[in-house]
């Protein structure tokens, strides 16, 4: 990320009169002591943070410039108010992570105190697909007891946890449907690797009555990877065509574990969904802070539009709706997404509060000084609908409440599985007559909120 082109052009001519006006008779200048690797980070946060962020008129004093940069960062912040701006010390593994590459065990799980005791439990939610995990028998449902031998407590997993990060054991129960209890199964060893996540984790069709439904598990937003940067946006399209192909009449997209990502591929799944929309038609406003939006004119009245899409089947919909299933953790473009379609449609929401993230982020490097590796992630934008809404920052209210963790965990795309068998019921308006044990448990903290991309809503680049 370079200074702003006025501030730099500014900054040239203050130096080229400087220097005209030096004579040949003043005593050499005093040389300034030459900045330490800390100022030299320190000094482009400030000046980064002084032109994008955007609460930048509330700016914060800083700390002493030879302080840490990641103390340094957060000291400028805006807090309360600004929850989301972070700064990592590796900008390459922050960009690999926001695309879905990273060191990963493959399975991501929530963690439950187990009742009148210390002891936790971690129940598998999912396993990601060619993940090292996937090369065990291990499935949504799995409860995991101990890891590398060692039961989990609640003093203890915090520490345990870390350990998933390298080669490390499980042990863990599968529940027996005929036996009516938990099994042991074989411990599982597990190596993570470097290995690009799909977030098209789930597609299916369901006919039931007269009602085709459409379903879509999609667990992060991104566009592809560094190989091919369209891979999943195109993956998704023909997901899309599929379905339009079988004339599905609703449409149930599951976003409870989307995080967030690059807001390029909420537009792509927007255009897919949106009724009719076309290139004509906007999709959402964001607004910068008043330096940008008053010295660059690209700036100063951002609309996104929709893609044109041949695969678009928002036609098609029964009563113009579309089902989200949401939880805490859907967040930020999984929320634009929400906001950006209900100008069209009626999005109608099953599960829990969503995460509340209506501002976005810039992923920005220092590309003019090779030995500072970091990446900052400040807030820069908000989004806004096409009728200027952005009243979400306490997250959206589902129609119809519902929790995971209240039931024994069924597979994803199970007909029986709490939150789409409620989305069935609702197309339908019958009931399952299935019979389901309910449990009253909290959850402790889940895999997700640790990934790097949770709550991030990534725009394109800023480009004077």
Known sequence: MKLNQLYKISLLVVLTGLLWSCKDDEPDPVLEPELTLEEEINSWIYDVMDEVYYWRLNLRTPIAATSDPSDYFNSLLNKPTDRFSVIYPDYQVLINSLQGVSLDPGYEFQLYRIANSNDIFAEVLYVKKNSPASQLDLGRGDRILSINGTPLTIDNYRSLLSQTSSTHTISYL?????????????????????FPEDPNFLDSIYTIGNQKIGYVVYNFFAP??????????????????KMKAANINNLVLDLRYNGGGFVSSAVNLASLIGPGVTSSDIFSRTKYNNFLASNVPSLSSVKTSFLNKAENLGNTLQGNRLYVLTSGGTASASELIINGLRPYMDVFLI????????????AIEDEE????????????TQSFNSLDQSDYSNGFTPNISVLENTERLKALGDVNEIMLRTAIAQITGQPSSGRFEKFEREVIVTTLQEKIRMGKMIESPIIH
């Open 369 to 380: 000084n090779p030995d500072n590796s970091y990446g900052l992630l400040p807030i820069v």
């Open 224 to 241: 592809g990877t560094t190989g091919d940067n369209t891979k999943y946006d195109k993956e998704m399209d023909a997901i899309f065509a």
């Open 174 to 194: 599968r529940y027996d449907e005929e036996a009516n209890g938990y099994k042991a199964m074989p411990v599982g060893s597990i190596t993570p690797v470097e």
């Open 351 to 362: 599960g829990d509060v969503t995460f509340g993230k209506n501002v976005g982020s810039i």
